[in-house]
C-alpha cells in the first residue's frame, strides 16, 4: 500500500510541475485540454474541453447598425467534458464505491469475531479507500474549473457596470450618480502561487489550484466582449451572492448504463464536494498592477477548515481587485464574507445507452440525483424568495427592461409560475416511467435562470449531445423570452448546428467539423437533439 501511496505522490508532482508551466502568463503551448486527451495521464486533473460561450440577442435588421448597439439581452453558457477519473480505467465511479465501501463496513462491523477475515476485510476497505481519494480528487480538480469559470464570468459581468463612486464604499442602500464604469473586458488570471509541500495532501491542494487557474483562465481570454448588467443589477446579484450564495446547475446528458454509469457517479459526488468551496473577494495590494486584457487581479488559493464539520475541508478562492473596484462592492463583500458554492446537479441520459437502461437496465441513480439536486434546490429557492421580499419590492429586470422571470412580462418575480414548474419538475422527477424526459432538462434550465444562477452542461466529452443540447435550448429560450415562433425553434437550432461555435467546437477537438454521431445513434436521440443529418462523420473515439 505504501508503495501506491508513492507512485501516486510522485504522479501529482509531475502534475504539478506541468500546470505551474501552463500557468505561467507567457505560455504559448496547449491552450485547452480537448477531448481526444482525456485519458491521458498527465491532463487528469483538467477539465475536457471546457469552453464558455455566449449567445446576445439583438433587436432589428442583421446589419452592421444593429450590431454596434448593446445587445437587448444576452445568455452564456459553461460547457466542460464530465468531471471523471477516465485514467483510473475501473467500471464503478465514486457513488458506487462509496456504496461498496459502506456495505464491506457494514458486514465487517457485523462480524466482529474472526480476525482473519476482520484483516483481510479492512485490507479490502483500505484498497476501496485509495481508489475513492485518488478519483475524488480528479474528478474534484475537474469540476471545480467550471465552476471558478462560471464564477469569475459572472463576478466579471457585475464588476463591469459598478457606479463610479469615490466617497464612502457602497451597499445596496446608496444612490450614486449613474456613471457607468467603463472597461474593456480583463480576463481574470490567476496568480501562481507556490506552496512549501512535503505531502500529498499539500500537492492535492496545489493541483487543485493550478488546474482550476489554468483552464478557466484561458477559456475566459477567450470572450472578446462581456456585456455588463445595469448598476442596480450588478448591485442586486453581489448583494444576492453575499446572502444567499453562488448557485449553479450543472446539467448532465450521461447515461446510466454502461461506461457513462461510472461517470455519472463520479460527477455526482464531485458536484456535492463543491458545496465545501467558497469565495471571497479582497482588496488588491499590489500597487503595479493595473486592471488590463494581459494582467488582473489574482486569484489566490488557501485550506480551511470547514468548522461545520470535522469530515471535510472548506476551500476558499480569494479574488483581489483593485481598490477603486473593491469599493464599489456591498458593504458585506468588502467586510470579507464569504460567497459559498450552492452546486446543484440535473442528469438526463439522452443517447441509445440511455435507450437500454430504460428498456432492461436501471435508472435508479439518475433519479436519485435528480431528487437530492430538488430538494437543495427547493431549499435555495425559498431562501431566494425570503430575500427578496425582505429587500426588495421590484426584481431584477433584463436590459431592456423585461424582468427574469418565467413568463417575462411582469414588473415583478413572478413567484407563482416558478412555483409551478417547481412543482411540475418534482413530478416529473418522482414518476416511475423510465423515458427521456427534455422537458425535465429544460424546466430546470428556466428555474435556474430565475434564480440567477450559473448554468454548466456535459455529457462525456462536451461536443456532441452538449452541443445538440445548448442550441435546443438557446433556440427555445429565443422563443420563450423574445417572441420568435415556437414552431421555428428547432429551424434556428439546427441553424446554430450549421453555422455556430458547435461546429467549431467539434472541429477543435477531432478535426472534423461534424458531429460524431451514427445514423443509428442519431435514432436514438430524442427529436429536439438530432443533428443535421449532412453533419454526421460516425462514432469518433473522442
Known amino acids: 500500500m505504501s508503495e501506491k501511496h508513492r507512485t501516486r505522490l510522485a504522479s501529482y508532482q509531475e502534475a504539478l510541475q506541468t500546470y505551474n508551466q501552463y500557468c505561467s502568463l507567457d505560455h504559448k503551448g496547449l491552450s485547452f485540454k480537448p477531448s481526444t486527451s482525456k485519458d491521458d495521464p498527465s491532463l487528469k486533473f483538467i477539465a475536457t474541453n471546457l469552453h464558455y460561450q455566449e449567445m446576445r440577442v439583438y433587436v432589428g435588421r442583421p446589419d452592421d447598425t444593429v450590431f454596434s448597439l448593446p445587445p437587448v439581452a444576452i445568455y452564456d453558457y459553461i460547457t466542460f467534458g464530465a468531471p471523471t477519473a477516465f485514467v483510473c480505467k475501473s467500471k464503478r465511479g465514486l457513488k458506487q464505491l462509496e456504496e461498496k465501501r459502506d456495505k464491506n463496513l457494514a458486514r465487517m462491523l457485523a462480524t466482529p469475531g474472526d480476525t ?64 457607468v464604469y467603463q472597461k474593456q473586458n480583463p480576463p481574470l488570471p490567476i496568480s501562481n502561487n507556490n506552496f512549501s509541500a512535503s505531502s500529498l495532501q499539500n500537492y492535492k491542494n496545489q493541483i487543485y489550484n493550478q488546474s482550476s487557474h489554468n483552464f478557466y483562465s484561458l477559456s475566459f481570454a477567450s470572450n472578446n466582449h462581456t456585456h455588463s448588467y445595469t448598476q442596480a443589477q ?66 489566490k488559493y488557501e485550506r480551511r477548515k470547514f468548522v461545520t464539520s470535522k469530515e471535510h475541508s472548506h476551500y476558499v478562492f480569494d479574488v483581489s481587485l483593485p481598490e477603486d473596484l473593491f469599493n464599489r462592492l456591498p458593504t458585506a463583500l468588502q467586510n470579507g464574507s464569504l460567497i459559498r458554492t450552492v452546486p446543484i446537479l440535473f442528469t438526463q441520459g439522452i443517447n441509445e445507452q440511455q435507450s437500454i437502461a430504460n428498456a432492461v437496465g436501471s435508472t435508479a441513480l439518475q433519479k436519485t440525483i435528480n431528487l437530492e439536486s430538488f430538494q437543495q434546490l427547493e431549499l435555495f429557492y425559498q431562501r431566494f424568495k425570503n ?63 430565475c434564480l440567477h444562477a450559473s448554468r454548466s452542461t456535459s455529457c462525456k466529452s462536451a461536443k456532441d449531445r452538449t452541443g445538440m443540447a445548448i442550441t435546443f435550448e438557446q433556440a427555445s429560450v429565443l422563443s420563450q423570452r423574445h417572441n420568435m415562433n415556437y414552431k421555428d425553434v428547432l429551424i434556428v437550432a439546427n441553424m446554430m448546428r450549421t453555422s455556430g461555435v458547435r461546429r467549431e467546437n467539434a472541429l477543435k477537438n477531432t478535426g472534423k467539423d461534424k458531429y460524431a454521431f451514427s445514423p443509428i445513434q442519431l435514432h436514438f436521440l430524442p427529436e429536439e437533439y438530432r443533428a443535421p443529418s449532412n453533419l454526421l462523420c460516425g462514432a469518433l473515439n473522442s
Open 234 to 299: 450588478s448591485l442586486l446579484l453581489l448583494e444576492e451572492m453575499a446572502s444567499l450564495g453562488f448557485l449553479i446547475e450543472f446539467e448532465s446528458l450521461l447515461s446510466t448504463h454502461g461506461a457513462e454509469l461510472a461517470m455519472l457517479g463520479d460527477m455526482c459526488v464531485a458536484i456535492k464536494y463543491l458545496r465545501n468551496c467558497c469565495f471571497r473577494i479582497s482588496r488588491q495590494l499590489e500597487e503595479n498592477m493595473s486592471w488590463s486584457s494581459s494582467t488582473c487581479s489574482p486569484m
Open 387 to 449: 430575500f427578496h421580499a425582505a429587500r426588495y419590492q421590484q426584481l431584477f429586470t433584463a436590459p431592456r427592461g423585461r424582468p427574469l422571470s418565467i413568463n417575462g412580462n411582469k414588473a415583478q418575480l413572478d413567484f407563482a409560475a416558478v412555483d409551478s414548474h417547481m412543482q411540475k419538475l418534482e413530478r416529473l422527477i418522482r414518476m416511475d416511467k423510465k423515458e427521456k424526459s427534455v422537458e425535465l432538462l429544460m424546466i430546470t434550465a428556466e428555474i435556474s435562470r
Open 116 to 179: 482473519n477475515k476482520k484483516h483481510l476485510r479492512e485490507r479490502k476497505l483500505e484498497l476501496i479507500d485509495f481508489e475513492i481519494q485518488e478519483r475524488r480528487d480528479i474528478s474534484l480538480c475537474q469540476a471545480a474549473t467550471a465552476l471558478v469559470t462560471s464564477f469569475i464570468m459572472k463576478l466579471d459581468r457585475c464588476l463591469a457596470n459598478l457606479p463610479s463612486y469615490s466617497g464612502p464604499p457602497l451597499n445596496s442602500e446608496t444612490s450614486p450618480t449613474r456613471t
